[in-house]
Every structure is written in C-alpha cells, then in structure tokens.
C-alpha cells in the first residue's frame, strides 16, 4: 500500500501588460508498507507523484513565465522536484524545463493559434501538475501516457463550443526524437457551460530506429458539472502498436469531485487498465514477478529490469515504448497472466 499526504504550499501569480508569473510548490510525505530499502515505491522511470517513501519531499515547485499571443507570445514552465525527474529520466537533457514554446496567433477566421516547441500533452483527463486535477496520484492511464510533447501545434475554435487540435510530433513524449518518421495527433473538442467532451489521438511509429511499425493511440474525455458541489468525469483508452507481434491494451477509469467548501473537496476514482500484451506496461515474467512476490532480492532486481516493455528482435530487447516509463509500482505488480489493473484511490 501507498499513502501519501500532499500539500500545496502556496500559488502565486504575478502579471502586468506583458510578462506574467506563476508558481507553486507540490510537498510530500508518502507511506509505503512495502518499507523499500531504497525508499522508492517506484521502480526507475516511473512515480511522478510520491516517489520516495518515509520521506518529506518537493514533489514539484514549479515556475511559469508567460507572454500572452498578441499576436507573439512565448511561455517557458521551470520544475524542480521528484515529479520532474521521474519525467525526464529517459530525457536528462531537458533538465528543469517543462515547457518551453513559442505562440503566434493567426488572423484566420476566429483566430488560428500556432505553438512551437515543447508543450504539454493533449491526451488524458490528467495532467502533469496534481494541483489540476482530481486525485494527488495519477492513474496508469496518466503514467502510461504522454505528459509533454514536442513538435508544432495548431489550434483552432470554430464556435464557443467546437474547437480542434493538429500536432506534429517528434514522437510519444519525446524532445528529442529516437527514429526519422514523425506523429500526427488530433484533437476535436466540445464544451458547454456543464458539459465538455474531446476525442484525442496519436498515429505514428514509436519505436526506437523503427519507421514502419505504427503506434494507433485514441482516447475519450468526458466530464459533467452535475451541481455547484459535485464533478464527474469518465475516460477511456484504446492503443494498438504494430510489430513483429502485434500488441494492444484497454483502459478505462471514472472520477468524481464533491467540493466541502470553497478550498476542500473530496475526490475518487476508480480505473481498469488492460494490457494482456505486457505492451506499455512492462509486466514481468511469471517466475520473476513470484520471486519478487516472495520477497526475494533477485526477483526484485529481475522484476525492475524486465519491467522494461520490450520485445525480443534477433536476440535483442526493443522497447515497446518510451522509456519515461520503464517500470510500475512494485506493490500492484499484476498476478493475473492477462495483466489486467484494477485500482480504486479516494
């Protein structure tokens, strides 16, 4: 079991005509009955939220520099913490920086916007930053998904309720781009006062010095301000990666947001996340997930290598993708041979 207690220390926003500010910071004491000698409830790559257990940590303090679109603009997001590291561990190069693009809006109709850079991904009901969403953990929905990406955006609105996204991408959150071919993302989006919808996707070959085997990625979002008080949302994905054995995986998780007054609210959430496959998250063998079970350090140093998601092409291990995200929670590792997740977190 992991518990964490968060806190967000403070938010602060500073602006005038041109240049504007914003920051917070993200604390952390988490709980793990495991007690890893280690003291991370997170195997390498993984745990962007309470990472380290018995420890009081920064999870995230982040800065937020800002120039609105008039018709240049430029935002730059700055992190330090426990969050941001597990983020970059497969990108050391990018270093603090979270985001860090360039705007330019377009007069084209109601206005076109243009983004290049690095800029956080259009995927998922969560995002990087906890303070922005429902629960302080993440799902594996959220882990097992791009948090940033970097290429060039289009957005467009073509009403007050429809809007759309075009992306051109590097790859599956990725700054520096690990093949020669590129990703195409979509996004068309619907909201009204209560109501908001989008159907996301991802197309593109994800595997490193892979050009031919594509990645199919979609993903549903819908969430309902029922009343003042109460928020529910609801989430799906579907994914297919193309292979010499061909993979794919299911997830779904459900949400809700009751606010006690203006600055408390509960929340819970409730996710399946189906990957029979081992294809994005990395399950391991039989023998070293029962090693690993039994308490045995060997199975425990298996288990975290063969978390990797990987294939084997004449003799090799390939990642079936990003390496961001190596490993899982070595205390929900999956018993069943069908590698299905179940978790419910309040």
């Not at 806190?7 to 007690?35: E, K, M, P």
């Not at 993440?138 to 940033?148: F, T």
Request: with cysteine.
């Amino acid at each position: 079991m992991l518990a964490a207690l968060a806190i967000l220390l403070g938010q602060a926003a500073v602006s005038d005509t041109a240049l504007q500010l914003h920051g917070f910071v993200d604390t952390y004491y988490g709980f793990d009955s495991n007690r890893p000698g280690d003291r991370l409830s997170f195997a390498a790559g993984a745990g962007t939220t309470a990472q380290r257990a018995g420890e009081l940590r920064v999870n995230l303090a982040a800065l937020d520099l800002l120039v609105d679109p008039k018709p240049v603009g430029v935002r730059v997001t700055l992190a330090y913490g426990t969050g941001i590291d597990a983020l970059h561990a497969a990108e050391r190069f990018l270093g603090p920086v979270y985001q860090a693009y360039a705007s330019a809006r377009v007069s084209v109709g109601r206005g076109l916007m243009l983004d290049a850079g690095i800029f956080s991904s259009h995927v998922g009901f969560e995002g990087f930053f906890s303070k922005d969403n429902f629960n302080y953990t993440r799902s594996w929905m959220g882990e097992l998904s791009p948090y940033y990406q970097a290429g060039l955006r289009a957005s467009y609105s073509f009403d007050e309720h429809w809007s759309a996204q075009v992306h051109f991408l590097n790859g599956w959150q990725l700054a520096g781009d690990d093949n020669r071919a590129k990703t195409l993302g979509t996004q068309i989006a619907w909201a009204s006062g209560r109501w908001s919808v989008s159907f996301n996707t991802l197309v593109g070959p994800e595997l490193p010095g892979d050009d031919r085997d594509f990645r199919v990625f979609a993903d549903l979002v819908a969430q309902v301000r029922v009343s003042e008080w109460l928020t529910l949302a609801a989430t799906t994905d579907t994914a297919f990666q193309q292979g010499p054995q061909d993979a794919h995986w299911l997830a779904a998780a459900a949400y809700a947001r009751a606010a006690i007054t203006r600055i408390v609210a509960v929340a819970a959430r409730v996710e399946q996340f189906s990957d029979p496959d081992g294809a994005i998250s990395g399950t391991a063998p039989d023998a070293a997930r029962r090693n690993h079970d039994a308490g045995d350090p060997a199975g425990r140093a298996a288990h975290r290598q063969a978390g990797s998601p990987a294939r084997l092409v004449d003799g090799a291990r390939v990642p079936w993708r990003h390496p961001n995200r190596t490993s899982y929670r070595r205390d929900v590792a999956p018993r069943e041979r069908r590698r299905c997740f179940l978790r419910i977190r309040c």
